[in-house]
């Protein structure tokens, strides 16, 4: 089985390469994944802040009397049994199978629960490598790395991240720290629209600032670097409040891609677009 890997919220899971994302959340109190293939959906993945165990037997009565209910009282519940972390049972109902696992994370304070949606039967080997591969990293440092529709970022621990965009060749990140502000960008297709000069492209994107823009090396690639203030006066300059902003462009043909990095804030130390890390050339390139 040929699998992806998708880190979200302190979460690391890995599914089949053909499961895409249709519906995220970046709230890390309440939210979920929802992944389909090309027929119908195939996971959902919900998380609640729970800073304390819950009684899982409630739990896991509450699934199977929702599930009941869906199925008009006509669907079999299986036995409780264990994959790793997580404890699962399985409905069926005219013929597909449904899975239902859930699992209390200390190291992130939430409930997890994921439910496997099956055309038929149950794949155990899906199941098992799905469930298997799930982890979660220390609550200090949750939310570190975003890896999802096609970008891979390592951000700090004092960043936290606001929104999620993803369209067509297009996905961009939005991180917050404070005041300040930062976003990771990848445009694709660059075979449509990008004529080569990395230097073109990111002063087409800065006319609300004034400053130095020159090229430089991005690891193997060549990319271009800005750093200035805003253009446009407001009252928070008398008090020292202009904004700052950096950016950090590069072109990666591998990828067919295009990369930005962009920072602004106030204050002595302003953001600076070298503390994410942006891995490109399908993870063995990296922006540092």
């Not at 998380?47 to 929702?66: H, I």
């Not at 297709?189 to 090229?215: K, Q």
Request: charged share 25%; net charge positive; with cysteine.
């Amino acid at each position: 089985m040929n699998t992806r890997t998708v880190e979200w919220l302190g979460m690391h899971l890995v599914t089949p390469d053909d499961w895409e994302v249709v519906r995220h959340s970046v709230n890390a109190s309440r939210g979920s994944l929802v992944f389909v293939d090309r027929r119908c959906q195939r996971m959902q993945v919900s998380w609640t802040e729970c800073p304390m165990p819950p009684d899982r037997d409630q739990v896991f009565r509450d699934f199977a009397a929702s599930d009941r209910a869906t199925c008009g009282g006509s669907c079999a519940i299986s036995e409780r049994y264990r994959v790793k972390r997580f404890e699962c049972y399985r409905r069926t109902h005219d013929g597909a199978d449904l899975t239902r696992a859930g699992m209390h994370d200390r190291n992130l304070g939430r409930w997890i629960d994921v439910a496997l949606s099956w055309p038929g039967p149950c794949d155990d080997a899906v199941e098992k490598r799905v469930l298997e591969g799930f982890r979660t990293m220390n609550g200090r440092r949750a939310g570190s790395r975003w890896r999802l529709f096609s970008l891979d970022v390592q951000s700090p621990p004092s960043w936290h991240l606001t929104e999620a965009k993803a369209l067509p060749a297009y996905t961009s990140f939005v991180f917050q720290r404070g005041s300040q502000k930062a976003s990771v960008t990848r445009r694709g297709l660059t075979e449509a629209w990008f004529d080569g000069h990395i230097d073109a492209y990111l002063r087409g994107r800065i006319d609300d600032s004034t400053g130095r823009i020159g090229l430089t090396d991005v690891g193997a690639h060549e990319g271009c670097a800005f750093s200035g203030k805003e253009r446009r006066f407001r009252p928070g300059w008398i008090l020292g409040r202009r904004r700052r902003r950096t950016d950090l462009a590069w072109y990666c043909p591998a990828d067919n891609a295009v990369f930005q990095v962009m920072a602004v804030g106030a204050g002595r130390t302003p953001a600076a677009p070298a503390e994410f890390r942006v891995r490109c050339c399908a993870g063995n390139g990296k922006q540092s």
